[in-house]
T-cell receptor
Framework: KAGVTQTPRYLIKTRGQQVTLSCSPI?????VSWYQQTPGQGLQFLFE???????NKGNFPGRFSGRQFSNSRSEMNVSTLELGDSALYLC????????????FGQGTRLTVV | SQQGEEDPQALSIQEGENATMNCSYK?????LQWYRQNSGRGLVHLIL?????REKHSGRLRVTLDTSKKSSSLLITASRAADTASYFC??????????????FGKGTHLIIQP
């Protein structure tokens, strides 16, 4: 059974640009969550999608957005990139709404220069 | 905000020894999970303990949960070099109904000396 796949693995962007990250969950999983990990703030919840609907969003500015497609694949977008957006972005999938067990992808390492 | 706080922040022990990490949290939870992360890669799920459970075992792992103290511990017995990683506790807050995502602590960095 394939795990959670995140693409790309590494990304370098310039301040002011926008970026789109992709996540393919485990087959059969309908919930996808996104997390940002930085040395200073640790792991922080960005948002969760279930059946194409955003169920909740963490405390991040509106520059961070996402969506989920009918096949459960999800994308997150960050517009007007700032240096502080440099981080490891992790996607997790789970079977249902409640976080009984989340399976994480390897992450996308975003560097903003 | 960080719900879980791991203690210690870093731990270095000899191979073969046992490693114990603690986690404290603030609000009522549905369950608590422990994850491992190797060198800035993805998180690997280790074990989940529900709020009505007190202890759970999985191979060399033993997790305890004390909801009255809002704390959990992870014990890794007979440690191996491959256990070197960062360990995070994550809580699923009861009030959020799962909608708030998992809340992670800042982690314990475990180093196993050969």
């Amino acid at each position: 059974k394939a795990g959670v796949t995140q693409t790309p693995r590494y990304l370098i962007k310039t301040r002011g640009q926008q970026v789109t990250l992709s996540c393919s969950p485990i087959s059969g999983h309908r919930s996808v969550s996104w997390y940002q990990q930085t040395p200073g703030q640790g792991l922080q919840f960005l948002f969760e999608y279930f059946s194409e609907t955003q169920r909740n969003k963490g405390n991040f500015p509106g520059r961070f957005s996402g969506r989920q497609f009918s096949n459960s694949r999800s994308e997150m977008n960050v517009s007007t990139l700032e240096l502080g957006d440099s981080a490891l972005y992790l996607c997790a999938s789970s079977r249902g709404i409640l976080k009984t067990e989340a399976f994480f992808g390897q992450g996308t390492r975003l560097t903003v220069v | 905000s960080q719900q879980g706080e791991e203690d210690p922040q870093a731990l270095s022990i000899q191979e073969g020894e046992n490693a114990t990490m603690n986690c404290s949290y603030k609000t009522s939870i549905n369950n608590l999970q422990w994850y491992r992360q190797n060198s800035g890669r993805g998180l690997v799920h280790l074990i989940l303990i529900r709020s009505n459970e007190r202890e759970k075992h999985s191979g060399r792992l033993r997790v305890t949960l004390d909801t009255s103290k809002k704390s959990s511990s992870l014990l890794i017995t007979a440690s191996r070099a491959a256990d070197t990683a960062s360990y995070f506790c994550a809580t699923d807050a009861q009030s959020g109904g799962g909608a708030d995502g998992l809340t992670f602590g800042k982690g314990t960095h475990l180093i196993i000396q050969p």
